[in-house]
């Protein structure tokens, strides 16, 4: 009896060992099936959770600008941002706030206005710039000016953003201002408007100096604003190489630019837009690029080597136009004229103000995207010109997506006692005729 319970015993614990060998085995089995020990496929297996993961954000959260940190694509260098340019939303960022030299990617602002000067008509492109003894002697990346020199304001632009030329730079800031710091103080200024708020600028090229500084989010933003509101930027930006002459007292000589940004030759949707580079700042650059209607900026800092700032400028680009859409509205207003009460005239003709642009991440059909135009049902004059008369409503899938005003083309008076005298004569006269 005690030999047959023995046995029985044995029996048992022998189908239990099986049993968990069998289960570890399947387990395992199983593992093997789903994801093999390869560390290349697991680390792509936790790439795509993450792109899935962020595929699914909050649309709205995006276009406040991304506050928290987009983890789906990993970036070498340590500081970088990608930015949508027609509305300014944000797709990735990584550590963006923290205040680095940016060598010379401080241009962009230099550059900035050199434009607004232009515009403003305070110079010409066509304008002799002379060249001080204190520009002429600036190190760093330089077309060697000389004292004394002139060069025009389309030449000394060229320099700037084809060849990174810190004596431009600095001739330009004292044909503008009168002093480079003069200049830079109108350069912070110029930061501050834009909310470039952890941005401080001590020059004007951006060599390596005690408190000059700024972030991938404040380059973004300066760079979006040279892109949109002066987008010939990217005809000088483009140009891979150029000749200028240099007439001094020694006689005439050529000098060729040769472009810093050689994404201009290697990246197809290259745009531009400037590169910069110290001891300090290490390498940074803050590429622009277009493909179909989608314009991205990449901003990149203190990358280890050039090469690199490079490739993750690509890199996150290459993410966002595969993530991005764009809907722009350009077609013309079914509405024509507005009601007005109380005025001179009853009608005013309307426009739309600015153009509406919609950002879509998450793969819509953007054909169905419909508008509705709506003007006030009590518009009370006087009215300027630019007042806001109504808005053109756009939805997607029956939710609200944007609005776009429908501005007074041009004004009118309110009426007086004339004007109703006139009105009422003039209605009299019609009935008499009839």
């Known amino acids: 009896m005690r030999n047959a319970r023995t046995v029985i015993a044995g029996v048992l614990c022998a189908l239990m060992i099986c049993c968990m060998l069998g289960n570890a085995y399947t387990v395992k089995g199983k593992e093997m099936l789903l994801a093999p020990e390869n560390k290349e496929t697991k680390d792509q297996n936790t790439e795509n959770s993450k792109i899935e993961d ?39 960022e990584q550590d963006a706030d923290t205040k680095r030299p940016p ?27 002379p060249v001080s003894e204190f520009a002429a002697s600036m190190g760093g990346s330089q077309v060697f000016l000389e004292t004394g020199e002139t060069q025009t304001v389309d030449t000394m632009l060229k320099c700037i953003s084809i060849a990174s030329a810190n004596d431009a730079c600095v001739a330009m800031a004292e044909y503008i201002s009168g002093s480079e ?41 300066m760079s979006r604003e040279l892109i949109t509101k002066y987008p010939q930027i990217h005809e000088y930006a483009m140009t891979w190489m150029e000749n200028i002459t240099h007439e001094t007292k020694k006689g005439t000589s050529e000098f060729g630019l040769t472009n810093t940004n050689k994404l201009v030759r290697q990246y197809e949707y290259a745009t531009g837009l400037k590169t910069g580079s110290t001891g300090e700042a290490k390498f940074c650059v803050s590429a622009t690029g277009k493909k179909d209607d989608v314009e991205l900026i990449a901003v990149v800092m203190a990358a280890d080597t050039s090469k690199e700032r490079f490739a993750d400028a690509v890199k996150m680009m290459n993410y966002g136009f595969g993530k991005c859409q764009v809907y722009s509205d350009e077609k013309p207003m079914k509405t024509k004229y507005a009601v007005v009460k109380n005025g001179v005239e009853e009608n005013i003709e309307v426009e739309r103000g600015e153009k509406f642009t919609y950002l879509d991440v998450k793969g819509k059909d953007m054909k169905k995207i419909k508008k509705i135009e709506k003007i006030n049902k009590k518009i009370l004059a006087p009215v300027r010109k630019g007042d806001v008369v109504g808005s053109i409503v756009y939805t997607l899938d029956g939710n609200e997506i944007g609005r776009s005003d429908i501005i007074a083309k041009r004004g009118v008076q309110k009426a007086g006692f004339s004007d109703y005298l006139i009105k009422v004569s003039a209605k009299f006269l019609i009935g008499e005729k009839n």
């Open 54 to 92: 962020n595929n699914t954000e909050n649309e709205e959260e995006l276009n406040k600008g991304a506050k928290k940190e987009d983890t789906s694509m990993q970036i070498g260098a340590p500081s970088a941002l990608l930015m949508e340019a027609s509305t300014g939303t944000v797709l990735f």
């Open 181 to 221: 710091e003069a200049f830079v103080q109108e350069m912070n200024k110029r930061a501050k408007a834009l909310g470039m708020h952890n941005t401080n600028f001590v020059n004007c090229n951006g060599l390596d100096a005690q408190g000059h500084v700024t972030t991938a989010r404040d380059i973004a933003l």
């Open 103 to 129: 060598a010379s990617v401080t241009k962009i602002m230099t550059m900035l206005l050199i434009f607004d000067a232009v515009e403003s008509k305070k110079i010409s492109l066509e304008d002799k710039v």
